[in-house]
């Protein structure tokens, strides 16, 4: 059974920063993508990044909003997932939720149509 498990959500300041983590088990995702989205309530689940692979290699890209503030990053077997978030804004409070999905070589994802398993989810929060 394919399970994703997050952690490392919290309640931070306007400015502050924190690490989420993404572990996953059941199967592995060595040459697929791993992606970030989060949803704010009453809105839509959007993308924030992705790590994975096509035939030139692994890439990662990021959604504009977080662009220079977030980072994604893997093991090398993409097992464990982390996304560092620093200089973070209240607009940023959302339920982060990590996603994969096995495709080899099939490049990066930025819908979450474009992934197969998903985790629970982790509250971010961030006040001003």
């Known amino acids: 059974q394919v399970q994703l498990v997050e952690s490392g959500g919290g309640l931070v300041q306007a400015g502050g920063s924190l690490r989420l983590s993404c572990a996953a088990s059941?199967?592995?995702?060595?040459?697929?993508?791993m992606g970030w989205f989060r949803q704010a309530p009453g809105k839509e689940r959007n993308f924030v990044a992705a790590i994975g692979y096509n035939w030139s290699g692994r890439n990662t890209d990021y959604a504009d909003s977080v662009k220079g503030r977030f980072t994604i990053s893997s093991d090398n077997a993409m097992n464990t997932v982390y996304l560092e978030m620093n200089s973070l804004k209240p607009e940023d409070t959302a339920v982060y939720y990590c996603a994969a999905h096995p495709s080899i070589y099939g490049g990066l994802g930025y819908t979450p149509n474009e992934y197969t398993y998903w985790g629970q989810g982790t509250q971010v929060t961030v006040s001003s």
């Open positions: 059941g199967r592995s995702f060595s040459r697929g993508r």
